[in-house]
């Protein structure tokens, strides 16, 4: 997997992709171990929503629980065949 840095609110995944429970997956994940650290959190807890579908475009949402109880909102977005955003939509 090819991975770009964060950029205060924004981070990628690449990846191949089969279905879109896959999208969820690798973004739980993602939000787990690659992101959570650059932000400076740890995530006790991290449930995304399955993407409707594998289109371009597609948006998806995440929520994460930190070791504060802060909630965090992403917001994601599919923006390529197996490859989608990962943007902080809310910290606590």
Same mark, same amino acid.
């Given at each position: 997997? $090819?991975?770009?840095?964060?950029? =205060? #609110?924004?981070?990628? %995944?690449?990846?191949?992709?089969?279905?879109?429970?896959?999208? *969820?997956?690798? =973004? +739980? #994940?993602? !939000?787990? +171990? *690659?992101?959570? /650290?650059?932000?400076?959190?740890?995530?006790? *807890?991290?449930?995304?929503? +399955? /993407? %409707?579908?594998?289109?371009?475009?597609? *948006?998806?949402?995440?929520?994460? !629980?930190?070791?504060?109880?802060?909630?965090? +909102?992403?917001?994601?977005? !599919?923006? =390529?065949?197996?490859?989608?955003?990962?943007?902080?939509?809310? $910290? /606590?």
């Amino acid at each position: 997997m $090819r991975c770009s840095a964060v950029c =205060a #609110t924004v981070t990628a %995944l690449t990846g191949c992709f089969t279905s879109t429970a896959d999208f *969820r997956s690798d =973004a +739980e #994940t993602f !939000i787990t +171990e *690659r992101v959570a /650290p650059e932000v400076g959190a740890e995530f006790t *807890r991290v449930n995304c929503d +399955e /993407p %409707l579908d594998q289109q371009i475009g597609t *948006r998806f949402a995440c929520q994460a !629980i930190d070791a504060d109880a802060g909630v965090w +909102e992403f917001d994601n977005v !599919i923006d =390529a065949e197996g490859e989608f955003t990962v943007n902080i939509a809310q $910290r /606590p």
